[in-house]
């Protein structure tokens, strides 16, 4: 069985977040120490562990990630100029927490994905 994480908690309301969207399914916070001007992380209220743990009947939601993702980027006015969609997956795709989560990045040209 895996393990909740921070995210639980911010899911619950139980610790602080900048919270930018949140339905039944999915909830959308501020990431607390951003990579780029607009940083918002999509997560689904569902724990998910990695994208290794996403299942056939998670297509939806994780779809859903994505049209989150996309209105915050309106939101936030990055729509046109652009911006970036990453879900880290385990000790070398960088993920430090495991539930997964798309994070959008923008408000500034971004450099190459991989240093
Ligand atoms: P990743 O490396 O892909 O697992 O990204 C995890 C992100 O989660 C990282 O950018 C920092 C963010 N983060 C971790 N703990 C908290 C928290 O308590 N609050 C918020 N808002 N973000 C967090």
């Not at 909740?4 to 120490?33: H, N």
Request: with cysteine.
């Amino acid at each position: 069985m895996a393990e909740e994480t921070i995210f639980r908690k911010i899911i619950d309301k139980e610790i602080p977040s900048e919270t930018l969207y949140q339905d039944q399914y999915v909830t959308a916070f501020r990431d607390i120490s951003p990579q780029a001007p607009v940083h918002i992380l999509i997560i689904p209220n569902k724990l998910i562990p990695t994208a290794n743990d996403i299942q056939v009947e998670d297509e939806v939601l994780v779809g859903k990630l994505y049209t989150v993702a996309k209105q915050l980027a309106k939101e936030e006015g990055i729509a046109e100029s652009g911006y970036r969609l990453i879900m880290n997956c385990n000790s070398d795709g960088g993920q430090e927490v495991y539930h997964i989560h798309l994070h959008l990045l923008g408000g500034k040209k971004l450099g190459k994905l991989v240093s």
